[in-house]
Nanobody
């Protein structure tokens, strides 16, 4: 019914930049908070950044000042601009959205399948 698709991952050298995109499609009625999580091998999934419908943002301390989250409500899309990348940023990045679908009685949480980011030294 609702699908999130990430794109923009890849291989980059330390100090470089990448821009991730996540587009929601299907029976989307309203999207509340959207965010990005990441999971490195052997580690738990962690919140990287989130953005509310009103524009308020939240960042993990490890990425503050380097990453910027934004959204385009007309396209149901959230972006993550990643600058000054470090090897410890290497992980699979997952898009998350708290949304309500057409015909649904309540909101739900949706996840994308992830996009891989590898930062080499």
């Amino acid at each position: 019914q609702v699908q999130l698709v990430e794109s923009g991952g890849g291989l980059v050298q330390a100090g470089g930049s990448l821009r991730l995109s996540c587009a929601a499609s299907g029976a989307v009625f309203r999207i509340n908070t959207m965010g990005w999580y990441r999971q490195a091998p052997g580690k738990q999934r962690e919140l990287v950044a989130s953005i509310a419908s009103g524009g308020s943002t939240n960042y993990a301390d490890s990425v503050k000042g380097r990453f910027t989250i934004s959204r385009d409500n007309a396209k149901n899309t959230v972006y993550l601009q990643m600058n000054s990348l470090k090897p410890e940023d290497t992980a699979v990045y997952y898009c998350n959205a708290d949304l309500k679908a057409w015909g649904a009685v309540s909101a739900m949480t949706s996840w994308g399948k992830g996009t891989s980011v590898t930062v080499s030294s």
